[in-house]
Structures are given as C-alpha cells and as structure tokens.
C-alpha cells in the first residue's frame, strides 16, 4: 500500500532520552531521504543518506542505512523540546526514478 | 536561498466545484512536485514535473489536473472538489542531484476544506 494513507505513528519521550524511529521501505532505493514537518509548515530535509553510506551524522541526529534489509533510521541524541514534530523517511519510487515517495511519519514529542 | 510560494494558503470550495493551486519557485530547480497531506496522514503524491511542460502522474492524479507552463511555476487544480473533504497540498521543487532526487523544499502548504 501507499505509505502516505497510514496513519502516523506516535512517540512520546522526555527531554534528554535518545530515540530511533525506523522505515522500512518496499522498492530498491539509492537515496533515503528524512524529513522533519514543524505544525502548520511544509517539511524540511534534515538528513539525506545515500546507498554507498551506511551511516550519516548531523550534529544530535545519525542516520543509519542497511539496503540489503531496506531500512533505514533516524537517531536524535540527548532529545530536546524542539525536536518535536512529525519526522519522515522518503525514498526513490525506483532506482533512478524522479518520484519521491514518503513514509507514513511519526509524530514526535518531546516533554519537559 | 530560495522560495516556494503556494497560493492561496487557504482556499474554501463547494462541491463539484474546480479549484485551482498555484505554485511558484525560484530556486530555478528542474522538477516540481504536488503532494496530498491528510490530517494524521504522510503525503502521497499527485502529480510532479521534471521540467517545463513536462507532467508525470503520481499514484494520487486521479481528479486532478497539473500545469507546468513555466519552469518557475506548477498548478494543481482539484476537477471536483469532493464534500466534506480536507487536505493540505503540498508543492515541492528539487534538482537532480548526480543520479539521485535531490533535496525537496517544500513551500509552506494550501488548506483546503470542501463545504
């Protein structure tokens, strides 16, 4: 099915925990894209991991890349409050293809 | 840096009624994207565009229509606004990066709510 029709998955944490979330995705792919959706906002690329990558890291957040698996993670460290929001993987439809395609998201809050 | 700019940001239509988003970019990217957010929901694609008056369906195109007349610009327009329906739509531009879709910027959405 269409990753976009499931319903977001939820997770809520303190601040100061590290958290994963994880996609998994259904065609080969060269590319894993995350992003992160603040309320009212488009998304924003936080992370992009390429197939040559198995690892990629961006200050508080790693990303993790298994193509033989296809799935990748997102990793936030030491989370904080404005880490909340709705954060998503986004692959090719297919090796090479022009069209994105994205996960179902999980929603993302951080608590005091 | 650039923009993407969607108008209106909140459109209210009546059903059966044709209603038309516009999208505009000016990080001179090649190709262009729509996208359909449910509430609780990812985004699914509609429609993209890999370059000037070309149009690509996405797995969402059906009651919808796409224009790409301009390399700037992408409009999406919903054929028949369905009742009660409410979505967020998304446009999006990218450039081809070595052999992989490059980074997305999004703009920052268009509401729409069907009476």
């Known amino acids: 099915s269409q990753w976009g029709e499931e319903n977001l998955q939820a997770l809520s944490i303190q601040e100061g925990e590290d958290v994963t979330m994880n996609c998994s995705y259904k065609?080969?792919?060269?590319?894993v894209h995350w992003y992160r959706q603040d309320s009212g906002r488009g998304p924003a690329l936080i992370i992009l991991i390429r197939s040559n990558e198995r690892e990629k890291r961006s200050g508080r957040l790693r990303a993790t890349l298994d193509t033989s698996s296809q799935s990748s993670s997102l990793s936030i460290t030491a989370a904080q409050c404005e880490d909340t929001a709705v954060y998503f993987c986004?692959?090719?439809?297919?090796?090479?293809?022009?069209?994105?395609?994205f996960g179902s998201g999980t929603q993302l809050t951080v608590m005091p | 840096g650039g923009i993407i700019t969607q108008t209106p940001k909140f459109l209210i239509g009546q059903e059966g009624q044709k209603l038309t988003l516009k999208c505009q970019q000016n990080?001179?990217?090649?190709?262009m994207y729509w996208y359909r957010q449910d509430s609780g929901k990812g985004l699914r694609l509609i429609y993209y565009s890999i370059t000037e008056n070309d149009l690509q369906k996405g797995d969402l195109s059906e009651g919808y229509d796409a224009s790409r007349e301009k390399k700037s610009s992408f409009s999406l327009t919903v054929t028949s606004a369905q009742k009660n329906e409410m979505a967020v739509f998304l446009c999006a531009s990218s450039i081809r990066d070595r052999s992989n879709t490059g980074q997305l910027y999004f703009g920052e959405g268009s509401k729409l709510t069907v009476l």
């Open positions: 990080f001179n990217h090649d190709t």
């Open positions: 986004a692959t090719e439809a297919s090796s090479g293809s022009w069209q994105l395609i």
């Open positions: 065609t080969y792919t060269t590319v």
